[in-house]
């Protein structure tokens, strides 16, 4: 007769010849132990062949997610050309030939000449609005950018200099820029050109194409000259963070006089997304004067102010306390003496990336993509990310100043890139440029600090006369 022997965390019993093999074994014999040693070999060999088999199939099924993110990306990635002619010089009388002779005009000259021939290739009419709200069949989602974009109600966004909030509660994405209508005016001769302050634009999407104004959220001061808001000073780069310990709607926003001397923060704060925010006060950050800001809300819920200081020569990034209302005393100096302005963060696999922008006023400039391991620096400067278009079109940012980078939920690696395409002549009709960022693949500059090893990913903006997000971003039909 057999016994039935159950083995430790096993219900089945043991065989007969397990146990056979087992009394064997207990007999001491030679015999008995190679085979215990085989027998092991054996187990160990198929226990590293199961690893190896569940490994790699973790391994394909990663691959096969990258491939076809990589797919996805790849419309996105394709290096597009633009060819703009430039029109035939404007004629002039011979006096004035001979008095001055002309240098040759430039693309940029054109950008800025408001009676330029080629104006509509920087600002498109209104013929060429995109509205979402027309049902424009398998045109639908796409992002034109420089074109005049539309409401809901048909009136084109305002909402420069902004960002964009994902409210997790109402699982709306909320854009909040500065709200420009008016003329545009210079103070005084030297001023920068202005249009008085309105206040904070919001909008309000599901599908980041259809945009629902939510109106005014923070209101500029009619009456009290000596208001931060009144209508005569400068309100700049509004950006909304949620806390999640106050369940606060919490916007910094830069602060200013006309001569932008006053170089300071603004706080306001909601209960909602769609405000009202009532205005808290405004300060100089840390002590130093504050002109172009954002704010960045880390993984970890703690929160970042970073701004151009000490005559925009260099940036500051510290962090703000619990409640979001404040800097601590914490702060760095970071890309000291490089002259940037117009910062907007976002992070990708634990590195921190930065675009900004160089400080030519309203007139655009070129862009450089930065990068760090920790957020409070040191931050290197890894070049121009802009990919497409032309040389003139690279050096500018596509005619366009950094705002904003919004990561998208399920795409990792792609962003939007936001920018706006001032009209320094008339700033209520300036444009929005958005344009697909990718953060991955080496940087192609070797660093500093890296010894020849590039450190970071390679950061591109790819520039698109027209393109829409891959998947199912373009396929919703989510309207408001
Ligand atoms: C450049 C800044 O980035 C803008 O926000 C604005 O302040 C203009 N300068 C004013 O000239």
Redesign the pocket.
Known sequence: MVTKIKRANSSKPMSRNSFVFLARFSSGSRCSTSTLVWSLVVVLLMLHLYTLISHTDVQSKEIHRDMSHRILLRELEEVEEENIQMPPPRKRSPRAAKRKPRRPTTLIDEFLDESSQIRHVFFPTIKTAVDPMVDAGNDSFYYYPGRIWLDTEGNPIQAH?GGILYDEKSRTYYWYGEYKDGPTYHAHKKG??RVDVIGVGCYSSKDLWTWKNEGIVLAAEERNETHDLHKSN?L??PKVIYNDRTGKYVMWM?IDDAN?TKASIGVAISDSPTGPFDYLYSKRPHGFES??MTIFKDDDGVAYLVYSSEDNTELHIGPLDENYLDVTHVARRILVGQHR??PALFKHEGTYYMIT?G?T??APNEALAHAAESIMGPWETMGNPCIGGNKVFRLTTFFA?STFVLPLPGLPGLFIFMADR?NPADLRDSRYVWLPLTAGGAADQPLDYSFGFPLWSRVSIYWHKRWRLPGEWSGMKMKL
Do not use: K, M, T
Request: aromatic fraction near 16%.
């Open positions: 200099g920068a050109a400068v700049e780069r830069h932008y002109r172009d302005e117009a922008s400080c006023g309203w100043q001032w």
